[in-house]
């Protein structure tokens, strides 16, 4: 699915099913510094909205955020597999790796 904010690239969001019953909810990158409510108008209920104004693609600071911010609080208390690409801004940051490993996120 893509959103296209005017005058920007695409940008896109993520949905991950976390099991056959629950979603967790998709996260869009959009380029720029400041959030306007127009942006989350077309998006689903409990989508997040990350602003990056370098680049409307992930970096490893905004994978940190989503993992603690939107992964983390959806995750049940057990073991669970996260499914990722080889991108290096998911397996790059030592402080990703230790995080994901004291919550039992593995990957």
């Not at 993520?14 to 909810?25: E, G, H, M, S, T």
């Not at 108008?41 to 409990?46: A, G, Q, R």
């Not at 080889?86 to 402080?95: A, F, I, P, W």
Request: hydrophobic share 35%; net charge positive.
């Amino acid at each position: 699915m893509n959103l296209q904010q005017r005058d920007q690239k695409p940008c896109q969001l993520l949905p991950l099913q976390k099991n056959a019953r629950r979603f967790i909810p998709p996260a869009t990158i959009m380029k720029g510094k400041y959030k306007k409510a127009e942006f989350k108008d077309s998006m689903p209920p409990d989508a997040v909205l990350f602003m990056s104004h370098k680049s409307p693609h992930i970096n490893s600071e905004l994978f940190m955020n989503w993992l603690k911010d939107h992964f983390l609080p959806r995750k049940p208390y057990r073991k669970v597999l996260l499914v990722l690409d080889r991108h290096s801004t998911h397996c790059s940051s030592v402080e990703m790796l230790e995080f994901a490993d004291s919550h039992y996120i593995r990957y």
